[in-house]
């Protein structure tokens, strides 16, 4: 096994990984402008304001939910199968952790050899 990960070839599935992990952190995100909103509209009194904060809670609710849908059709999350989403969120611990132990930054970063052409001379 080839151990440099700087090398293209390495990467494969990296972006899918990648999405999911993105998509996670926006649905988490989203959760908390809901909540962040609801404790704001509780505690204003001005009616002009509440009206604002209202309108934004009903947007964030339907970007909560467009967030939800969308990673539940892709696979990427299973509120109602909880055997499921276990098994998703072990995977995504064992890959951070085996990201972790990846020696993304080796001493040689000399790429000579990769390439099918030598680089123009500057």
């Not at 009903?58 to 892709?74: F, S």
């Not at 072990?90 to 040689?108: H, R």
Request: charged content about 25%; proline content about 5%; glycine content about 2%.
């Amino acid at each position: 096994m080839n151990n440099d990960y700087l090398d293209p070839i390495n990467s494969l599935h990296v972006p899918e990984l990648a999405d999911t992990t993105f998509a996670m952190d926006f649905l988490i995100r989203a959760k908390e402008g809901v909540r962040n909103l609801a404790v704001a509209l509780t505690e204003t009194a001005s009616p002009d304001a509440r009206a604002v904060l209202r309108n934004q809670l009903r947007q964030a609710i339907a970007l909560h939910q467009e967030i939800a849908e969308l990673m539940m059709k892709k696979k990427w999350f299973h509120p109602y199968e909880l055997s499921e989403q276990y098994q998703l969120d072990q995977l995504s611990a064992n890959n951070t952790v085996m990201i972790g132990k990846m020696n993304l930054f080796p001493e040689d970063t000399s790429r000579k050899g990769m390439f099918d052409r030598t680089p123009d001379e500057a």
